[in-house]
């Protein structure tokens, strides 16, 4: 399954690039962000961060900037080349490669002070293993940071309200005018991604239990962590998921 959902980012890796470019055109979003990993990490530079499933690579250019030492991963082939792109043309010196999550074999134990993921989890064909496998490349006390989403899952169990089909179709227009990319997903792909562990699950419970199996003390999860950003082009455009997503944190013990 890795395969097929490595092919299925692959050929979504423009389209997200896109997004992410229109992400660092917005000083407001580029501040959201910055300010909730510099909460996580601590506030300390220097810190050796391993950003998981890092996409075009937006969270390493951020963390880079923020004077932490970079490790980018991706399974995608496609996301790893784009993100590679986007490193060199930001100026920033990101170590980067395939891998998959979930079996880490280039990365000793105690390893990284943190890491860090956004909307990755839910896509991951063993999620379990993936925490562990985070577990074993932190440093003793190192952080997790995890920002993520019960999105498909809610897809299936909710109906649409009038207000949030609108609110639909609002984002839709904006990420057209914006991103110049239409967000949508084929029959097969929602087959291919129904088919992941954390889509039929309710979460971030099922991320809780996951976690301490694996060993991590959980310090917080806050909810709708994008609260105090509603009035950025970002929440209109993507804001109708925010019941959705949530933010953990936690450490190595």
Not at 61 to 80: C, K
Not at 127 to 143: D, F, S, V
Not at 179 to 206: C, H, I, N, T, Y
Request: aromatic share 12%; charged share 25%.
């Amino acid at each position: 399954m890795l395969k097929d959902i490595s092919n299925y980012w692959t050929s979504s890796s423009g389209s997200y690039d896109k997004a992410v470019k229109a992400q660092f055109r917005s000083r407001r979003t580029v501040a959201m962000w910055t300010s909730l990993l510099s909460e996580g990490l601590g506030g300390r530079e220097g810190q050796a961060v391993l950003d998981m499933g890092t996409g075009p690579g937006f969270f390493s250019i951020l963390l880079s900037r923020m004077g932490h030492r970079v490790t980018a991963i991706d399974a995608s082939q496609g996301m790893i080349e784009t993100a590679s792109r986007n490193f060199k043309a930001a100026g920033v010196n990101v170590k980067v490669y395939v891998g998959d999550a979930a079996h880490l074999h280039a990365e000793k134990d105690n390893t990284f002070d943190a890491v860090v993921c956004r909307d990755v989890v839910w896509t991951l064909p063993d999620p379990y293993g993936a925490y562990a496998e985070w577990y074993r490349i932190l440093k003793p006390g190192g952080t997790l940071i995890v920002f993520d989403g019960n999105y498909l899952y809610r897809e299936k169990q909710e109906k649409q309200t009038p207000f949030n089909m609108l609110w639909h179709a609002l984002g839709w227009t904006l990420i057209l005018l914006t991103e110049m990319r239409v967000r949508r997903r084929s029959d097969q792909d929602k087959e291919l991604l129904g088919q992941l562990p954390f889509v039929q699950v309710m979460r971030p419970e099922a991320d809780q239990e996951a976690l301490q199996q694996a060993g991590f003390r959980i310090q917080e999860i806050r909810r709708n962590f994008t609260s105090g950003y509603k009035m950025t082009m970002q929440h209109l455009k993507y804001g109708y998921e925010s019941d959705r997503r949530f933010m953990i944190l936690a450490k190595k013990v």
